[in-house]
């Protein structure tokens, strides 16, 4: 099989990991939150589940160097058949990308427009962002684009393709980050947004404080759909999937936090509200960078491109889940299975973007939501969760604790070993039941 090189891996999983959950939902959810006791309750979120799953799904995929299915199967200790139905996990990629891809199609119609004008009040922003949301032409356009773009990526394989991509566009984002980081820090309202971000006021913190901290440590490790499982299976044979790991959640936190400082600082800067909710990136900042002129106009283009970087590089590692499961079972060709599964993708993303619509709305909306949110809803509240459960019992119970141990301690400690296999097998599958009840809860 087609492999990653060491580096490779890391930085198409970081690729994968940082995407629209960092740039636009983290800095969204913690102003929605108050700031830094969510802040800190995210990052013990990271630490002790995030990762705990992010390693136990990389030890699977690297050791059973298959699809999802197959690999649950080969890596159960009694080699139970049954197993294989776990592979439902990788059809939540395909239902993400659908309307991942229309709000990636969003971002690039911001960066176009940002050359021509930006916003100059709060109600225009509002006004024009809610056409955008309806607009079925100029969304159908923006989502083919994006589509074709994933999809020709796909196409090339892991490392013509999936690797080459993660090679240009990281570190592009990377350096607007930090040409965005440098603008921000020299702005009065850095030590604010600091203040805000880390000084935590555990007042602010409730039981839905926590469940969005969980939920998100979760979407911003591209957890729970097969993802991390399916790249490490092209992870060669003996390195270290303990450090990897790691590397990649230090890289995912990092630039959640700086998106964070970054956004929170113009917003202070501009006096404008930290608890915007989703609009926040289109709605509020615009206008910002609108009152800052041509400078504005150049840091609202740099920021929009960030944002489809990193939204690329999130969208082809959701596709590639579907697409091994796909070659694997029933023997496709990887052309044949690209174009499937991006059928599928692109279809349901028509569906998403047409229930925000007034002609289409209520005969794509059931039980009072759009199919949008239905696909957002039965995805990161359901089936992701569900998966993240699955892995972490089925590590817990159906895997001989001896090829864990041995797996293991060749790149770590006894004590490392013990605390990741105790968090696997009682804590986090008991913390994400909570999750999945409470949203569930939600459902009515
Ligand atoms: N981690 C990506 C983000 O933060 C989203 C993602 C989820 C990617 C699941 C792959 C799998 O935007």
Redesign the pocket.
């Known amino acids: 099989m087609n492999k990653f090189s060491r580096i490779g891996f890391i930085l198409a999983a970081a690729g994968?990991?940082?995407?629209?959950?960092?740039i636009w939902?983290f800095p969204y959810i913690t102003g929605e939150f108050g700031g830094g006791a969510f802040v800190l309750v995210y990052l013990l979120c990271i630490l002790l589940i995030g990762l705990s799953v992010f390693i136990a799904e990389s030890f699977i995929g690297q050791y059973a160097e298959s699809n999802v299915s197959s690999a649950f199967v080969k890596t159960s200790s009694k080699k139970n058949p049954l197993w294989k139905y776990a592979g439902f996990m990788v059809f939540?990629?395909l239902i993400?990308l659908a309307f991942?891809s229309v709000v990636l199609g969003w971002i690039l119609h911001y960066v176009v427009s940002s050359f021509s004008s930006l916003p100059s009040e709060a109600s225009i922003a509002g006004a024009s962002f809610a056409a955008l949301t309806k607009d079925i032409n100029t969304q159908i356009f923006y989502h083919t684009l994006i589509s074709v773009t994933v999809i020709y990526i796909v196409l090339k394989g892991i490392k013509e393709g999936i690797e080459k991509v993660n090679l240009i566009l990281m570190p592009l984002l990377a350096l607007i980050l930090f040409g965005l980081l440098l603008y921000a820090l020299s702005l009065d309202s850095f030590s604010k947004a600091m203040g805000f971000m880390f000084v935590p006021d555990f007042s602010k913190i409730n039981a839905d404080a926590l469940l969005a901290a969980l939920g998100q440590a979760f979407?911003?490790?591209?957890?729970?759909?097969g993802?991390i499982l399916t790249y490490s299976a092209a992870l060669p044979k003996g390195s270290n999937f303990i450090k990897s790991s790691l590397y990649v959640a230090i890289i995912?936190t990092s630039i959640a936090l700086i998106s964070g400082l970054i956004i929170f600082t113009f917003l202070f800067e501009a006096g404008a509200p930290s608890a915007a909710g989703p609009g926040l990136v289109f709605i509020s900042l615009p206008v910002i960078f609108s009152s800052w002129g041509i400078l504005g106009q150049v840091i609202a283009i740099s920021f929009f491109m960030a944002l489809v970087f990193?939204?690329i590089t999130?969208?082809v590692?959701?596709i590639e889940p579907a697409l091994m499961f796909f070659i694997e079972r029933f023997k496709m060709t990887r052309r044949s299975a690209t174009v499937l599964c991006g059928a599928i993708f692109y279809i349901l993303g028509i569906i998403a973007l047409l229930s925000m619509s007034d002609e289409y709305g209520s005969l794509l909306s059931f039980s009072g939501k759009n199919a949008f949110d239905w696909m957002d809803f039965i995805t990161s509240s359901v089936m992701?969760p569900l998966a993240a459960i699955l892995t972490c019992v089925f590590l817990g119970y159906f895997v001989d604790k001896k090829l864990l141990q041995t797996s293991f301690e060749k790149h770590t400690s006894v004590l490392v070993f013990n605390i990741w296999y105790m968090l696997v097998k009682y804590l986090v599958p008991l913390a994400i039941t909570i999750l999945l009840i409470n949203k569930l809860g939600l459902i009515s």
């Open positions: 994968s990991a940082v995407g629209l959950g960092n939902k939540s990629g993400i991942y979407f911003t490790l591209s957890l729970g759909i993802t995912d990193a939204g999130s969208a590692s959701m992701m």
